[in-house]
Nanobody, 125 residues
Framework: QVRLVESGGGLVQAGGSLRLSCAASTRSFSSYAMGWFRQAPVKEREFVAAINWGENIRYTDSVKGRFIISRDNAKSTVYLQMNSLRPEDTAVYYC???????????????????WGQGTQVTVSS
């Protein structure tokens, strides 16, 4: 498993932006697919975005056109740029890593075997 550390969460007004970062402690970062999930109070953890080793990307429908996932293999870091934030985006955001050079982009929780501790994002109306 990989140690993942998220940063960049905080409080922002609706319409604002935040950029989350997730640093991974592995020398083989480029071979991992990386994902972002979120969990709001009393809700299940849900998929937000993922990027595989070939930089193929998937987003959940509610964030398409607003969020951008990217990776920097030299820094072993994945990012989530969040624009036009809405109150319903409020949640704890988790970074996750999925091993293997798969052609598809993993989007299920069970596809990921390493998780960060989470970072709180709060969007005020």
């Amino acid at each position: 498993q990989v140690r993942l550390v998220e940063s960049g969460g905080g409080l922002v007004q609706a319409g604002g932006s935040l950029r989350l970062s997730c640093a991974a402690s592995t020398r083989s970062f480029s071979s991992y697919a990386m994902g972002w999930f979120r969990q709001a109070p009393v809700k299940e953890r849900e998929f937000v975005a993922a990027i595989n080793w070939g930089e193929n990307i998937r987003y959940t429908d509610s964030v398409k056109g607003r969020f951008i996932i990217s990776r920097d293999n030299a820094k072993s870091t994945v990012y989530l740029q969040m624009n036009s934030l809405r109150p319903e985006d409020t949640a704890v955001y988790y970074c996750a890593a999925s091993p293997g050079l798969r052609m598809s982009v993993p989007i299920r929780r069970e596809d990921f075997d390493s998780w960060g501790q989470g970072t709180q994002v709060t969007v005020s109306s």
